[in-house]
């Protein structure tokens, strides 16, 4: 088994192949009509897990919020991949990572995410997965990602952001038809 570790702590868990989170997060989780759903009962479980660890990151208590997060993937049964919660689940892990400045970490885990059934598209994923790129200095790898988040959500996405992520994203892009991002 590989697990991603962090300078937060180490969980193994399945490796995945290939309040502003919560809200985010959840319209990935929220999205109906995927191949595989949780049981309810574990659904309510695992929204609950992650609700919390939403809220240890609020609270800047990142190593709890890992430990949260990485809780409610292990409940989540094999092919985790093809459960539409595995998606939200890493997205709050890829969060954690961003916030401790993990960032290849955080490129790792929200890449995989990508791979998760309803992941691509997810505004949030795309944000965080461009940030963790031009912290890297992956400037194309971030443009692309970037622009995939504004074009999902608008530069209202980034507005509890640092402004240097959406400036960058601004000299990457033409400047839409209004002249107003």
Same mark, same amino acid.
């Given at each position: 088994m590989q697990g991603y570790v962090s300078n937060l702590v180490a969980v193994p868990f399945a490796k995945i192949k290939s309040l502003t989170v919560r809200k985010?997060?959840?319209?990935? #989780?929220? %999205? /109906?009509?995927?191949? #595989?759903?949780?049981?309810?009962?574990l659904d309510a479980q695992v929204k609950e897990i992650c609700?919390?660890?939403?809220?240890?990151?609020? #609270?800047?208590?990142?190593?709890?919020?890992?430990?949260?997060?990485?809780?409610?993937? *292990?409940?989540v049964p094999e092919p985790k991949e093809e459960y539409r919660v595995t998606a939200g689940i890493l997205a709050g892990l890829g969060? =954690?990572?961003?916030?401790? /400045? *993990?960032? =290849?970490?955080? /490129?790792?885990?929200?890449?995989? %995410?990508?791979?998760?059934? !309803?992941?691509? !598209?997810?505004?949030?994923?795309?944000?965080?997965?461009?940030?963790?790129?031009?912290?890297?200095?992956?400037?194309?790898?971030?443009?692309?990602?970037?622009?995939?988040?504004? #074009?999902g959500a608008g530069a209202e996405l980034f507005s509890q952001e640092d402004p240097r992520y959406f400036d960058f994203l601004k000299t990457r892009l033409e400047p839409p038809a209004s002249g107003q991002w």
């Open positions: 985010n997060r959840e319209l990935t #989780m929220a %999205a /109906k009509g995927s191949p #595989m759903e949780l049981e309810p009962g609700d919390e660890g939403d809220v240890l990151i609020e #609270m800047g208590e990142l190593q709890q919020a890992f430990q949260n997060f990485s809780e409610a993937l *292990s409940l969060d =954690v990572y961003f916030h401790a /400045k *993990s960032f =290849v970490q955080g /490129k790792e885990v929200l890449g995989d %995410a990508m791979h998760c059934t !309803g992941a691509i !598209g997810s505004p949030f994923l795309h944000l965080r997965l461009g940030q963790c790129q031009l912290e890297l200095g992956d400037l194309d790898r971030a443009a692309d990602e970037l622009a995939r988040a504004y #074009m």
